[in-house]
């Protein structure tokens, strides 16, 4: 579901601060572009990676008229092979879905990015460890002796060693294989692994949806710091800065967007497919179902951003030295733009 490019922050951040300085010469040159020819405030919204159900509510809001309502031209986009950080940092795109780990390099020290998460899509971490059911590793120790396709990213191994070894595990006796997943249920049917990090609400459905019988346990169970947010919308910092009445307008459409999602999750299903037609309809159907109590869950206002979650998950980073520069409280994230 996701693209997982941490080790290529390192090189987003160069390229971004090339593009930032690029785009802010332009900006006296856009000055009437800002609107479109109805008098729409125009926004660009860059996804983490093609079309799924974590961005349902924002093609919600564009379909049912929304952001319309709110004044708002909403263009939706790919992203780059950068990523939407390197859009939504350089001023090219106002918003964008990102993840709190793979921010992590980009919200403090030298390598920091003008991006702050003004949103969570989910409330919760759905992602974990699924494999072929019965095979032992319905937990984390039971990876000993397993293939488990790595990213080879520092804080995704960090994360996976740390739960086998909460787990009483030795993670040196983990198989780490270079990942080439591109399909979870082909690359376990084939054994090419035993064990894949996936996003429940699309991989772990699209195994049940395939028929494929699996076992899976998710980092928030094993250790409570790993409950991060991930995904969340991102916006470009001067944007907040200059246009704060229209972050909140957009936000507040998108919000809309969401909870007619919660309300309606078959409709909102409709309206995805439609949207991108390629997807298939009964894992959009039945992710939908799975996430409809989730992007909220227990929170009273959509979107918000639990502090003490934030940098609980950023203060592990910094105990194990896995930023080059240690991550300040409250870095990154804002619930000031988010409607009341």
């Known amino acids: 579901m996701r ?39 125009k926004i660009t919204f860059v996804l983490d990676w093609t079309p799924n159900t974590n ?3 924002l093609y ?39 993840f709190q780990d793979t921010m992590a390099p980009a919200v403090a020290g030298e390598g920091k990015l003008p991006v702050t998460a003004v949103a969570a899509l989910i409330q ?14 319905e937990r984390p120790k039971g990876l000993e002796g397993k293939k488990y396709a790595t990213w080879d990213a520092p804080i995704e191994k960090a994360m996976l060693k740390n739960v086998v070894e909460q787990d009483g595990g030795n993670f040196d006796k983990v198989e780490l294989i270079p990942s080439t997943v591109t399909d979870e249920v082909s690359a376990l049917k084939s ?48 944007f907040l800065k200059e246009e704060p009445d229209t972050a909140k307008a957009f936000l507040n459409a998108l919000k809309k967007g969401y909870e007619f999602a919660i309300e309606n999750p078959d409709d909102a299903a409709d309206i995805l497919c439609k949207a991108a037609p390629e997807l298939d309809e009964e894992l959009v159907a039945a992710s939908q179902e799975y996430l409809a109590d989730r992007y909220k869950a227990e929170v009273e206002r959509w979107g918000y951003i639990d502090p003490d979650r934030w940098n609980a998950f950023y203060q592990w980073l910094n105990e194990n030295k896995l930023t080059e520069e240690e991550i300040p409280k409250d870095a990154g994230f804002s619930n000031d733009y988010l409607p009341q």
């Open 3 to 41: 693209a997982r490019k941490d080790e290529n922050m390192k090189k987003k951040v160069l390229t971004v601060v090339l593009a930032i300085s690029m785009a802010m010469s332009l900006c006296a040159c856009q000055g009437n572009e800002k609107k479109d020819t109805k008098g729409k405030e």
């Open 55 to 57: 961005h349902t509510g």
């Open 60 to 98: 919600v809001a564009e379909e049912q008229g929304y952001f319309d309502e709110a004044g708002l031209d909403v263009e939706i986009v790919q992203p780059p092979e950068d990523g939407a950080e390197a859009l939504v940092g350089a001023g090219k795109a106002q918003f964008g879905v990102s």
């Open 124 to 137: 919760h971490n759905t992602s974990g460890i699924v494999s072929r059911k019965g095979e032992g590793m």
């Open 191 to 238: 054994k090419s692994a035993d064990a894949i990090w996936i996003f429940y609400a699309w991989a772990g459905i699209a195994t049940k949806v395939a028929g494929l019988e699996t076992d899976y346990f998710a980092f928030k169970d094993i250790n409570p710091v790993f409950d991060y947010y991930t995904p969340v919308v991102i916006a470009n910092n001067e």
